[in-house]
């Protein structure tokens, strides 16, 4: 078991809770929380007991942000330190990482500014408490929007409402990230995570394999600049998912009426041998 300095995490069922733990802090990301943050992800997603992850934070905020140390160390020096090195390399906030993650569901119990609000936009879906406080205040301190944010919140909430949260740093509270589509829902403090952790049990239900093909071909679409090629890839991708073990374990599913058994590797290897086979 990993001895975890600045998170905690928990297995529930087929869904891990990652907990950011430097509440005295406000759950500030200082390198050692980016990477077991990171760490954390890895080693779900390369646990086959593992589905989907909710992310939330201890304390009153989600994250605040990063840890100032950092950002005073390179003003002064004039230069990155090698912590500040070491943390872009384990940094959990890179799209091709998160793309070719399990689903993440992030559940923003507080403050979620700076890295707290802008890293979390590459989750696959934001639920928050009635308490969560969000701000893109980058403007406000001299600033501009990091990981790739100003790309990203558009597409979320609108270009409009994007540029107003980007220009003015303002402070918005849950009801307001919810009309703005910045969260899917709110709830009350002691709802949240286990909500969070009802919608990751619902995702991780489905197959693995197929969850990280829907995920790929999301951010594949979003990116595209070609309609014709996003429908040759939509297209390629039905059919060779209509030719898998999955596919076929749902049809045996709905025709023999009963759960389907995508996690059972028993069950899951003796139909992959019948349909190598041509026998199911």
């Known amino acids: 078991m990993t001895d975890w300095k600045t998170i905690e995490v928990e297995q529930h069922e087929r869904v891990l809770l990652v907990r950011l733990n430097r509440p005295d802090s406000l759950n500030a990301f200082n ?20 589905g989907a992850i ?7 905020a989600y ?15 004039g230069k990155s330190s090698s912590s500040g090195e070491h943390e872009e390399r384990r940094t959990p906030f ?4 998160i793309m070719e993650s399990k689903p993440i569901i992030g559940a923003i119990n ?10 979390p936009l590459l989750f696959d879906t934001l639920l928050a408490s009635t308490t969560a406080r969000f701000s893109m205040r980058f403007a406000a301190i001299g600033l501009t929007p990091e990981v790739g944010s100003a790309w990203m919140l558009p597409r979320i909430i609108g270009l409009h409402r994007a540029r107003e949260m980007m220009l003015t740093g303002r402070i918005y509270n849950a009801q307001e990230a919810l009309e703005l589509g910045l969260v899917r829902k709110i709830y ?14 619902e995702i991780a239900a489905n197959p693995i394999d197929t969850l990280a093909s829907i995920k790929r071909m999301i ?24 030719k898998t073990v999955q596919h076929r374990e749902a049809l045996l599913a ?19 041998g019948r349909v190598a086979s041509g026998t199911s």
């Open 188 to 201: 009350e403090p002691e709802e949240l995570v286990p909500e969070a952790i009802k919608l990751a049990q």
């Open 110 to 119: 507080g403050v979620s500014v700076g890295i707290g609000l802008t890293g």
């Open 94 to 97: 890179d799209p091709t990482f």
């Open 54 to 60: 909710v992310s939330t934070g201890n304390g009153r």
């Open 31 to 50: 390198p050692t929380m980016y990477s077991e943050f990171r760490q954390a992800i890895e080693d779900a997603n390369d646990d086959p007991s593992i």
């Open 219 to 242: 951010w594949d679409d979003l990116a595209s600049t070609d309609v014709a090629s996003v429908w040759r890839r939509s297209d390629d991708k039905f059919s060779e998912a209509r």
């Open 254 to 272: 709905m025709k023999e009426k009963r759960d389907s058994r995508f996690h059972d590797d028993s069950h899951m290897s003796d139909l992959a």
């Open 63 to 77: 994250s605040a942000g990063a840890d100032i140390g950092g950002f005073n160390a390179t003003f002064e020096q």
